[in-house]
């Protein structure tokens, strides 16, 4: 009896691994953020703004920002030294 069950559980669990397929828009990054991560680390002035993808946005220390999740967006964050600190996608 406890075969069967203890089978079914990891069945359940193989299948949640499962990766997305390819044509899945959730599936993974859309943003092109591992192309500009080199910039991390680097003043912001030394990234040429017109080599990023639309739709982008620049976040600094004190700038307010919409909670809204876009996996195309490449958001581009820096301290206040306008140092970029993180690249990603959201």
């Known amino acids: 009896m406890l075969r069967p069950i ?3 559980f990891v069945l359940a669990v193989l299948a949640a691994c499962r990766a997305a397929p390819p044509d899945d828009p959730t599936a993974g990054p ?3 953020a591992e192309a500009f991560r080199h910039h ?3 003043p912001l002035a030394g990234l040429d703004i017109a080599t990023l ?34 690249i990603s996608c959201g």
């Open 53 to 86: 993808p639309e739709p982008y946005r620049i976040i600094g220390p004190d700038t307010a920002v919409t909670l809204d999740h876009r996996p195309d967006r490449l958001n581009v964050t820096h301290d206040d030294k306008r140092v970029i600190t993180n």
């Open 6 to 8: 203890l089978t079914l």
């Open 30 to 32: 859309l943003c092109a």
């Open 40 to 42: 991390v680390g680097q």
